[in-house]
């Protein structure tokens, strides 16, 4: 009897045992590099053909790639996994998110493999505004991730319902876009305006008026500037006017109902582009533009700064890692990339290479967003930004629902970030 | 050798279970205590500090916040689940034909995982009128709505602005949480109650009908005074419910989770996996646990006495 | 006219009943109503009660899209499955051995210990979620199935419940077959669980349910989507399918399933448990 009951609880404890030691083992790394991304759908139909065209190219180390869910997910796993001490080897981010990933010091430095890697030519072929935001002050000017699924924001519009209103021409101004949103709503009798609540085009808004949003020299925000009040004071006015309408938070009603011909205008990514493009289908006559500006100020928008950046581990591994980033970012490759999907090709050359020349020729929209590229800015990198983010989003939400004035918004959102930063 | 076993054998019986409970629900609760007192635990700059965490969390007024809207849906919930199950075990109580088929009915929402339910329930509170809910107010004239991404509190929409003391009230959101929260348990009530109800036995209501009550009289004299400890254990298990709601606010409310939404248990939580303030979070933790046990060694006492 | 008040009362009565089952059910029907809409009718504004042509193609679409984004549904379903089964055959375990202690064994300290057992069931699961994530991490159990499966293969409650069940037993019967030369394990395998076994199934059934229904503690100790359980998948599905409500609707109702199909087979067993968690 005893003895059952002894054998009973080694054998608890032990199948216990086993279950740990044999994940401590699987705990060591394979030989095989992990990739988190958070492409999906079609552009991860693409990814993972540039990847298994990589590892048939007999590389030091294959690469694996797995999909982890949209930004905020990725970033939240990518943070956990680095307090568990078990982070990938490559991972997407935004500049702000290495940013945090840097409080566990978790991420390689690729400046010297850029340094040794590329010749000088080659290095300048390469953009530099996706380049540049991936240097981060705060760590000593280091270049800690490279640019990746780079995109810009844009306004999508429909040409045959401006031409209704006597329009041909995209509004420039953000005056003009009001004027055109008034005069749809009056001659079609619909809400022209899909409004996205998203803390990146309020980014984008703020820049298209001339403002920053952010000083990474006093590690301040600058929310306390005009640009940020005619920010808010625009979302105010196309709301109080009824001439935009916000659709569910986190889905992609607004470029749904464009595609369905419910609304006139949507501002979105670059990257949404071939999804519009595929629901459309020629149905109607359409295109993309830099945003509108305000009246003051020049043209401006968003550089999204989906990167991707290197885990520290052993050399072997970073050099690996570094290798599968320069074949991405070679001009073949960065071609058939932006060919493929929404994104920018990271190099000029790409812009001749195939299969982008002839994508291009096909489809000009295409070229407006690489023609947005000198006026785009990325947004800050620095620790803590999520969280104001977060902020932009829900003070967002109490300007539109008349809560909270342009001015009084402004104040709000600059006292928070600065709460948030200073933590 | 064996021999040695004799008199520990019955801890050898509880071993399996203690150890686990011990290691992953009594151990934390000293671990999460000793994280509080740290700064960015886990991280290069991690350092003691104290009850400084405790002090940051109660400063910010964030977490006082996030209490709050605990305690407006613990408010909003409780009673109502409790009444509407109290209501329903009762009529169901009376009926001979079918009550089985009812109850499977009722106990339905209960069993079904709250992610997927929430996900129903967010479609059907749908922002505009592609939801059933909207469609059904726009026939009633009644713009839509939304339901699920509203962060302005009821009585702000209704008297234009904030109350004393109780504020704006609970948003639209948080109160279609709410909503969701009393579909999914009221059933799982009215199979309690009615096994309580059960217990009373039947000669006391013919001897009171035989007095001249009525129904509704018997139902206030002798079914709910008799009902009271069921009642009174549903009001424990409901509040403790109530603070650690999570999934249905995670899927339903996912706009308003770092806003009007944001309860206690979503405080936490945010401050573990989206901020990763291990420190604060644990803070926040301790608190919450503090509250809990206040709350019910509060009603533990009102129920003795009321004995 | 008082019989004529009383059926009006008890007409009342049925619409009552009735409204309330509605209530509780009609999430369902717009569930399954939705599921098989065609991607049209789901924008259609009023929605339409029911589709025109039933769209049965969506449930397997929804497995392929749900692939498509990174969520294997059918290994999540197996997943769920598996880590279920894993719980419940633990908790069985030890829940039967630690409630036939405290019920019939004697030692010392036995109130302090069974007090300490109750006290976990105080414990919301917030608050011991940020050091249990470090706990797991520590044992180096961080993605695996160990970290979904070990730490809710004890549940306080249910060493109650087969305490009180065995207090409910005659000790006669315990004495008898000891005397009969008849070991404690022997004693609970032959004749102990078995005459408690309603109360052991309904500890099944709730302690499935719970692993089946669970999603903060997968979210937080896995990440590959090999460990990926139902609720996440579902989770993460309805994050990335926001405007195919069709295929968000089908993954919901497969994921509801097979607990209502557990529900209607063991029927008898959940309304049990629940009485007797209050009696």
Redesign the interface.
Known sequence: MHRRLALILVGFTLVLCVAGCRNREAAAKEDVLVFWHTQSDRNAAALREIIEAYNASGPAMAVREEYVGDYDTLYKKTITALAARRPPDLAVAYESMVADYMKYDAVSDLGGYLQDDLSAEDRADIYQPFVDSNRFAQFGGKLLSMPFTKSVLMLYYNRDMLRQVGRSEPPATWEEFVAACEALKAKLNLTPYAFSRDPSTFDGLVFSFGGEVFDSRTRTPLFDGPATVSAFGLIDAVFEKGLAYEVAYGSYDDRADFGNGRAAFFIRSSNSYPYADEMIQGKFDWDVAVIPHGAEAAPATVLFGANICVFKSDERRQKAAWDFIGYFISRDVTARWAAATGYLPIRQSALEASPLREFLAEKPAKRHTIEAIPYAKAEPNVQGWQEVRDAMDRITAEVINQRLTAQDAAVELQAAARKMLSQ | M?RL???F?????????????F???????A??VW?SLFR?W????SAYVGLDNYQRIFE?GEFVRSLGISVWYALGTIPATIA?AL??AV??G??KRLAGV????????F???????A???K??L???????AN?LL??FGVGPV?FT????GIFELAFGGELPIVGGGPSLALISVMLFAV?HTF??YV??LT??MG?IPKETYEAAWLDGAGPVRSFFSITLPLLRP?IG?LVVIST?AA??T??QI??MA??ER??SARN??MY??TE???????GT??AA??A??GV??VL?ALQLRVSRRKD | MVRFWRLMVNVAIELVILAGAAFCVLPFFWMLSTSLKTPAEITLVPPPVLPEHPQWSNYPNAFVRAADIGVPFVRCFFNSAVVGIAVTAGVLVTAVLAGFAFSVLQFRGKNVLFLLFLATMMIPFEVSLIPNFFIIDYLGWYDTYAALVVPWTASAFSVFFVRRMFDGLPREMYEAARLDGCSDLRYLWSIGAPMIQPALITIAVFAFLGSWNALVWPLVVTSSPDLSVIQKGLASFIEEATTHYHLLMAAATLTILPIVILYLLAQRWFERGAEQMTT
């Open positions: 064996f076993f004799g008199s054998r019955p801890y050898f019986f509880l071993l399996p279970a203690g150890m686990i409970l290691v992953f629900h009594l151990f934390p609760l671990m999460v994280i960015d886990r991280t290069a700059d910010s509407l209501v329903f009529l169901l009376r009926k009812y109850r499977v009915a009722f106990f339905l929402p069993i079904t995982s709250t992610v997927a339910a996900a129903v329930w479609w059907i749908h922002v505009d009128q592609k939801g059933l469609s726009a026939a939304r991404e509203s962060s302005t579909w059933g799982f199979i309690i096994a309580g217990q069921v254990f403790i603070f650690q999570f999934n995670y899927i996912p706009a770092l806003n206690a248990t936490i939580f573990f996996w989206n901020y990763q303030r291990f979070g644990a933790s301790v919450l646990f809990l046990l019910t």
